[in-house]
């Protein structure tokens, strides 16, 4: 049984237990959509973003160890697509603080059976949803709103040695972005990313 307030009514309890946080699976095995509740009132509203027991009770035990926050000015700014290399592979739990966003994850695990797949989510300050993204995949995003914030927690430290990315726009992946005529934002490392075909992946799938 979670631990509860125990000085919370009836009322509060019965919510809490039932209607916390929702974990939802998606296309791609391994990446989950997750939706913690907000509790709203006159003010506004609570949410726990992170609760590692309720995320044990939901199958995802993951220790993470650092938050990432990024602010992006321009609609179209394209963050990835990234990952770190074992022995510093990170997963991530990705939100939007601010404005609206489409998270990406791809596949990259040799052997797997969704290699090279993707799957997109959008997230938003609205709708509170988050993405858990294992090891072994690709991260990226795409801005929809100026002034975007993304705040992201990741199971293993940066460690500058083992970044790589590919190309946002690689053919084999196919990423449907949905940018309309908006030209995206880059950095130069993202810029000159290879494509997937171009290097062997680091990692190797384990069922
Ligand atoms: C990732 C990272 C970066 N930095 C420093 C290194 C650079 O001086 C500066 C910007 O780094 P970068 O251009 O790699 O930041 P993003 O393009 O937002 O990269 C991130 O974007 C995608 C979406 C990800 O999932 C990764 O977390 C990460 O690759 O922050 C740090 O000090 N610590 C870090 O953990």
Same mark, same amino acid.
């Given at each position: 049984?979670?631990?509860?307030?125990?000085?919370?009514?009836?009322?509060?309890?019965?919510?809490?237990?039932?209607?916390?946080?929702?974990?939802?699976?998606?296309?791609?095995?391994?990446?989950?959509?997750i939706t913690p509740?907000?509790?709203?009132?006159?003010?506004?509203?609570?949410s726990?973003s992170w609760?590692?027991?309720?995320?044990?009770?939901?199958?995802?035990?993951?220790?993470?160890?650092?938050?990432?926050?990024?602010?992006?000015?321009?609609?179209?700014?394209?963050?990835?697509?990234?990952?770190?290399?074992?022995?510093?592979?990170?997963?991530k739990l990705v939100r939007c603080g601010?404005?609206?966003l489409?998270d990406?994850?791809?596949?990259?695990?040799?052997?797997?059976?969704?290699?090279?797949?993707?799957?997109?989510?959008?997230l938003s300050f609205?709708n509170g949803k988050q993405l858990?993204?294992?090891?072994?995949?690709?991260?990226?995003?795409?801005?929809?709103?100026?002034?975007?914030e993304i705040i992201y927690k990741?199971?293993?430290?940066?460690?500058?040695?083992?970044?790589? %990315? &590919?190309?946002? +726009?690689?053919?084999?992946? @196919?990423?449907?972005?949905?940018?309309? $005529?908006?030209? %995206? &934002?880059?950095? +130069?490392?993202?810029?000159? @990313?290879?494509?997937?075909?171009?290097? $062997?992946?680091?990692? &190797?799938?384990?069922?």
């Open positions: 049984m979670p631990a509860l307030d125990c000085y919370a009514d009836a009322e509060t309890l019965f919510l809490n237990v039932r209607f916390i946080v929702t974990v939802e699976s998606t296309a791609l095995p391994g990446v989950l959509l509740a907000r509790f709203g009132d006159h003010r506004g509203f609570f726990e609760n590692r027991q309720r995320m044990v009770e939901n199958g995802v035990d993951i220790d993470f160890v650092q938050d990432n926050h990024s602010l992006s000015r321009e609609v179209g700014t394209v963050r990835g697509l990234h990952f770190q290399s074992p022995p510093h592979a990170q997963a601010k404005g609206s489409f990406v994850a791809v596949d990259i695990r040799k052997g797997s059976p969704t290699f090279g797949r993707w799957i997109g989510e959008e609205e858990l993204i294992p090891a072994g995949f690709l991260h990226g995003f795409v801005t929809r709103e100026p002034d975007t990741c199971s293993d430290y940066y460690s500058p040695e083992c970044d790589g %990315a &590919v190309r946002f +726009d690689d053919p084999d992946i @196919a990423i449907d972005w949905n940018m309309g $005529d908006v030209a %995206a &934002v880059l950095s +130069d490392k993202d810029t000159a @990313a290879p494509f997937l075909k171009d290097f $062997d992946s680091p990692f &190797v799938y384990e069922g």
